[in-house]
């Protein structure tokens, strides 16, 4: 079922840039790159998502490869509140989304 | 709009009892999801409905899970005579699907079911 490739886990300087990579090689036509997130305890939180345009919103910024094969995720400013479980999706559409095990982001003070 | 909200958070229950979880979703979605996720583990797709029309349901979603939507607002997910390998966090998550829309999944906090 996976269809995404993802660091199990990444640390990152408070106050840097935090970059999270996915690799989707077997993306298709039709399936867009979204993005959530898990803080500890929590429900998942949408981030951003992405078909091949980059895209930048309030939280982040998607890029997204030429070749669609894959994206990072960049959180700007990283900070404290941003230690997460940061799990990249593709899907046709948001009623079908596979989590996987997703990338343990650690902001480090 | 206060986001999706689910009750109980906890839930303690012994083996063989049946267990009944609410999820409230943001009002005029039209969709509600439930999922599950067990430790170290990503979300897990159980079931979705539109409106009242329950959808789809994973192969997660055995015989003694079921889940209403009987007026297309909130949803109950009920598991019957619950096993240990029943205890988990129940994810609801719910979206409005329109015309032009991208749609988005919001999460609630979760129900967190331990079967002792």
């Known amino acids: 079922d996976a269809k995404t490739t993802q660091p199990p886990s990444m640390d990152c300087a408070e106050g840097r840039a935090a970059n999270l990579p996915c690799n989707h090689s077997?993306?298709?036509?039709?399936?867009?790159v979204y993005w959530y997130r898990q803080i500890h305890s929590q429900g998942p939180q949408y981030i951003i998502h992405?078909?091949?345009n980059n895209e930048t919103n309030e939280m982040a910024s998607l890029i997204i490869t030429e070749d669609r094969k894959s994206s990072t995720l960049i959180l700007p400013h990283a900070t404290l509140r941003d230690t997460a479980v940061y799990y990249c999706?593709?899907?046709?559409?948001?009623?079908?989304?596979?989590f996987g095990t997703g990338t343990r982001l650690t902001v480090i003070p | 709009d206060t986001g999706v909200s689910q009750d109980p958070r906890h839930k303690i229950t012994k083996r063989g009892q049946n267990v009944t979880f609410r999820c409230d979703p943001i009002s005029e979605h039209n969709r509600l999801y439930w999922y599950r996720q067990t430790l170290g583990q990503g979300p897990e797709f159980l079931t979705y409905f539109q409106n009242e029309a329950q959808l789809e349901k994973s192969r997660l979603l055995s015989d003694r899970f079921s889940a209403e939507r009987p007026k297309g607002s909130f949803s109950t997910l009920e598991i019957q005579r619950t096993e240990q390998g029943d205890s988990a966090m129940y994810l609801c998550?719910?979206?409005?699907?329109?015309?032009?829309?991208?749609?988005?999944?919001?999460f609630g906090p979760g129900t967190r079911l331990l079967v002792l």
């Open positions: 992405g078909l091949k």
């Open positions: 077997t993306i298709s036509g039709n399936e867009y």
């Open positions: 999706i593709v899907s046709p559409g948001a009623n079908n989304l596979f």
């Open positions: 998550a719910s979206s409005s699907l329109g015309w032009g829309v991208q749609e988005t999944q919001y």
